[in-house]
């Protein structure tokens, strides 16, 4: 068997960059990024006798929160993702995810205690435009946002990287689509930072393509009575973690994901889960050749309690408002069909690349009930 000796250097930005420099802080800072000031930081205290991490939640399973997290864990969530994947010492994996966070911080945790080659870009919309055609990586993580930037810039770099987890925000119909053509191993997550990231993980292309999260190893699910996912993680010693994502239960390590109890809404009587809808209407125009960013917001009614907003990005492909609300009343089943479109310039994401709800109810549903005043 051979012994692999650890990798004394990783690359960031291009450069490269010694462990050993950045655990004696003989790196010079003056000339560096934010990020990379607080790249060098994360390593450094990984490196060092630090036995703890405090990472924020994003209000996955109830209001955001600072959790403490041992060294010890955060390792075994690392190593348990090396085995996942079959990741060996000396291949190469990619972070372009943002360190500060844990989705980031678990990428170069996993490079350093795998003995991984590690690249390190920023957490920008195209992470490979200055990747090397010919850099081979054998694993990456990112956003919808970043996969979706990429199949429309540079979608030839795809082909270099052998596996690509999805995360941060759900995939929506039209992008899963597009993956099908792409030769890389694609997964989608499910992750949390309660989780210390993914503790289920589903297929999104090939012939194992599946809409069904299975269980990493040590991990089993249950539901409550609102039908939420609970999880229960032996490796990272988690009891009945509580989450508000509603789900199908196949069995105790697989599920069905139906989108978030919190974005329940009750409109003529029906309850309606927000992201069900999306998926609908994400084919629909798709159909229409209208793919653009949208998401679905709810505003109070007085015959229907609540009705459905559709908020939609505009393009130069303009959009005929009476038409497109037609067609939607035609093809969903009753009540899941918006009342109101509004055409805005740019929908809010949340820093991890998610649709921010409350702030795009803020900024374009205020407007448009002030205007109508």
């Given at each position: 068997m051979r012994i692999h000796e650890p990798l004394k250097s990783f690359i960031l930005h291009g450069n490269s960059f010694l462990y050993q420099d950045v655990l004696e802080e003989n790196i010079d800072l003056s000339?560096?990024?934010?990020?990379?000031?607080?790249?060098?930081?994360?390593?450094n205290k990984w490196l060092s006798a630090q036995k703890n991490f405090l990472l924020k939640t994003s209000g996955s399973t109830g209001k955001p929160k600072i959790i403490n997290f041992s060294k010890e864990k955060i390792k075994k969530s690392a190593l348990?993702?090396?085995?996942?994947?079959?990741?060996?010492?000396?291949?190469?994996?990619?972070?372009?995810?943002?360190?500060?966070?844990?989705?980031?911080?678990?990428?170069?945790?996993?490079?350093?205690?795998?003995?991984?080659?590690?690249?390190?870009?920023?957490p920008a919309a195209n992470p490979l435009v200055n990747i090397d055609e010919g850099r081979y990586i054998d694993f990456c993580a990112m956003t919808p946002y970043q996969a979706e930037t990429i199949l429309n810039d540079t979608p030839s770099k795809f082909a270099n990287i052998n596996t690509i987890l999805i995360g941060g925000a759900a995939l929506n119909p039209s992008l899963e689509r597009r993956f099908h053509n792409v030769q890389s191993n694609i997964y989608q997550s499910y992750s949390m930072t309660e989780t210390l990231t993914h503790v289920a993980i589903r297929k999104v292309n090939g012939i194992k393509?599946?809409?069904?999260?299975?269980?990493?190893?040590?991990?089993?699910?249950?539901?409550?009575?609102?039908?939420?996912?609970?999880?229960?993680?032996?490796?990272?010693?988690?009891?009945?973690?509580?989450?508000?994502?509603?789900?199908h239960l196949v069995d105790n390590t697989s599920f069905k994901w139906i989108g978030r109890y919190d974005n329940v809404i009750n409109t003529g009587g029906i309850k309606i889960h927000i992201e069900g809808v999306e998926e609908e209407i994400y084919e629909i125009l798709g159909d229409l050749g209208l793919q653009r960013s949208f998401c679905l917001l709810s505003i109070p009614d007085q015959?229907?309690?609540?009705?459905?907003?559709?908020?939609?990005?505009?393009?130069?492909?303009?959009?005929?408002?009476?038409f497109l609300l037609l067609e939607l009343k035609r093809k969903l089943p009753k009540y899941h069909e918006p009342k109101t479109l509004i055409k805005v310039p740019e929908l809010i994401l949340t820093k991890s690349g998610k649709i921010d709800r409350k702030?795009?109810?803020?900024?374009y549903l205020h407007e448009y009930h002030r205007l109508r005043k």
């Open positions: 000339d560096k990024s934010e990020f990379e000031i607080e790249t060098f930081s994360i390593i348990r993702t090396i085995k996942t994947f079959h990741l060996n010492p000396g291949q190469t994996v990619l972070n372009c995810l943002n360190t500060a966070h844990v989705a980031g911080l678990l990428m170069l945790v996993r490079a350093i205690e795998g003995n991984l080659n590690l690249i390190i870009e920023s393509k599946s809409n069904i999260y299975h269980a990493l190893q040590g991990v089993s699910f249950s539901q409550d009575s609102r039908g939420c996912l609970i999880i229960y993680d032996q490796t990272l010693e988690i009891d009945a973690l509580i989450t508000n994502d509603m789900v015959k229907l309690t609540n009705k459905l907003v559709l908020l939609i990005e505009e393009s130069d492909i303009k959009i005929d408002t009476n702030r795009n109810t803020e900024k």
